[in-house]
T-cell receptor, first 113, second 114 residues
Framework: DGGITQSPKYLFRKEGQNVTLSCEQN?????MYWYRQDPGQGLRLIYY???????QKGDIAEGYSVSREKKESFPLTVTSAQKNPTAFYLC????????????FGQGTRLTVV | DQQVKQNSPSLSVQEGRISILNCDYT??????FLWYKKYPAEGPTFLIS?????DKNEDGRFTVFLNKSAKHLSLHIVPSQPGDSAVYFC?????????????FGKGTKLSVIP
């Protein structure tokens, strides 16, 4: 059963700590993305990767880091430099090509206290 | 600068009537457009798409219309059902080096009233 899995669904961290959000896909998609959703802000792109060992900054990359060592995995680290880390984080993957849709995971709700 | 705009944050419609959700874009390079539906605390799910070579695409109760000259697209849901109540996001992409990137609007919250 193909899909994209984010874990955990809920995550709590103390301010000043780094935290890594997991994203795994078994759809054999080349591209993977991280978005952040805040109330009234829609989906804003943090980072994306079109191929293994390569990734690009999105619109709001400051305070985040990623890696793409395997095609299936695209973990996101929220660092202590991110000023407002509390948000709903969404991972997505997309097949190569122009006319294809992105598939999303169920999201991780990160709360920093 | 917002390249994909959904100017109505919310919309209420009676069950059985038509829901029309609108989306405008500014980047003339966009040539593929998608609609996603999202429930709270869940990931968005793909609904329907349209490429710039078409002006209409239908899938059951859902129809998307594209007006390239006006840089406008709309999603029609008819008849609307209570289960359609969700946030709907419009997204766009452009062919070329950036073709893997989707740009989203801020969403429109649809409430279908029984």
């Amino acid at each position: 059963d193909g899909g994209i899995t984010q874990s955990p669904k809920y995550l709590f961290r103390k301010e000043g700590q780094n935290v890594t959000l997991s994203c795994e896909q078994n759809l054999n998609h080349d591209a993977m993305y991280w978005y952040r959703q805040d109330p009234g802000q829609g989906l804003r792109l943090i980072y994306y990767s079109q191929i293994v060992n390569d990734f690009q900054k999105g619109d709001i990359a400051e305070g985040y880091s990623v890696s793409r060592e395997k095609k299936e995995s695209f973990p996101l680290t929220v660092t202590s430099a991110q000023k407002n880390p509390t948000a709903f984080y969404l991972c997505a993957s997309k097949d190569r090509g122009w006319i294809t849709e992105a598939f999303f995971g169920q999201g991780t709700r990160l709360t920093v206290v | 600068d917002q390249q994909v705009k959904q100017n109505s944050p919310s919309l209420s419609v009676q069950e059985g009537r038509i829901s029309i959700l609108n989306c405008d874009y500014t980047n003339s390079m966009f040539d593929y457009f998608l609609w996603y539906k999202k429930y709270p605390a869940e990931g968005p799910t793909f609904l329907i798409s349209i490429s710039s070579i078409k002006d209409k695409n239908e899938d059951g109760r859902f129809t998307v219309f594209l007006n390239k000259s006006a840089k406008h697209l709309s999603l029609h849901i008819v008849p609307s059902q209570p289960g359609d109540s969700a946030v709907y996001f419009c997204a766009a992409s452009a062919i070329g080096a950036g073709s893997y990137q989707l740009t989203f609007g801020k969403g429109t919250k649809l409430s279908v009233i029984p």
